[in-house]
């Protein structure tokens, strides 16, 4: 039996695509035409889920009457077989609760939880914090393993103790470290899923016992990614090296983690988005940062060295 024979996914199968869904903004309200029309670009990928209210949606500045909003349109516009996964916590529980209540109410199919940020709570606290949102909420977790905006980490024996937990799925590796998390591959199984957020090392993740993506950059690029997990799956080690060639070198001038102002300046120079509005304290990208995003674009489209993309 494979891992994800028992897999809280479903039957589909290893690795999975998961992609993070920005937040459009008109006039600095929710702009639920253009999310629509988002949402319907994701619904025509072969993806297995998409990411909302993430980082990447601008989480930190959504109104709770909105993130509930964004849950329930994706829920209604995406088809039945893609995850809508909701990313969601407070640094403070009883509130967290109530969120996640919220949420599944609105049709999330799975909750990425944050780890509780600025009060740095213990391991214990953290590994409490995470059951008890776990039991109370009904739905599979995914943790959200980002240390660079909580400040804190689970510690590889507190994984290993929470991936004993039912709903407790996997977890969101934001930093990712070869050795480290083949390591945490052993102590939690291979039923507990590990999801790459940095679509320029998914290849090295997946041989260190990754089973997918949670792309940062959603729609750019996604036919790259979905070309390197068919090629895993396939075992097709070309399609596999080249995908991930090209993965890199069109996103060579970007952090591991994506900027959302910039990832919607180039959904609007690609035409998925009419306005890349973000809202304070986020700003538009700079002269700099478009010159980039442009050149990542062209990158995508040329390919390098003449290659052309996959798919």
């Known amino acids: 039996m494979t891992a994800t024979d028992t897999s809280p996914w479903g039957q589909k199968g290893a690795p999975w695509a998961v992609l993070s869904l920005v937040t459009p903004f ?24 998409v990411l909302v209210t993430s980082e990447m949606g601008e989480s930190a500045t959504l109104r709770r009457e909105e993130r509930i909003q964004i849950v329930h349109l994706a829920r209604r516009l995406l088809p039945a077989s893609m995850r809508v996964i909701a990313a969601m916590g407070t640094n403070a529980t009883e509130p967290t609760l109530a969120e996640a209540l919220r949420v599944a109410e609105a049709g999330a199919d799975m909750l990425l939880l944050r780890t509780p940020y600025y009060n740095r709570p213990t391991q214990s606290g953290l590994a409490a914090h995470a059951e008890r949102v776990a039991e109370s909420c009904g739905l599979p977790v995914l943790l959200d393993q980002d240390p660079d905006r909580s400040g804190i980490a689970y510690a590889p024996a507190t994984l290993e103790a929470l991936a004993r937990h039912p709903r407790i799925v996997g977890l969101r590796e934001v930093r990712f470290e070869p050795g480290a998390s083949t390591l945490l591959a052993a102590r939690c199984g291979p039923c507990f899923l590990r999801l790459c957020a940095d679509p320029r090392l998914l290849a090295a993740h997946l041989a260190s016992g990754g089973q997918g993506i949670v792309s940062p950059y959603g729609l750019i690029a996604a036919d790259l ?87």
């Open 26 to 49: 008109r006039d600095g309200e929710l702009d639920v035409p253009a999310l629509s029309r988002l949402l319907a670009a994701h619904a025509a990928l072969p993806a297995d889920g």
């Open 225 to 311: 990614v979905l070309a390197l997990l068919d090629a895993w799956r396939a075992w097709r080690l070309c399609d596999l090296r080249t995908a991930q060639e090209k993965l890199a070198w069109a996103l060579a001038d970007h952090g591991g983690e994506a900027d959302p102002a910039g990832v919607k300046f180039a959904l609007s120079r690609m035409g998925l988005l009419p306005h890349p509005d973000v809202r304070l304290p986020l700003v538009g990208p700079d002269a700099a940062a478009r010159t980039a995003w442009t050149a990542t674009l062209a990158r995508l489209r040329d390919g390098p060295q003449g290659l052309r993309r996959t798919g």
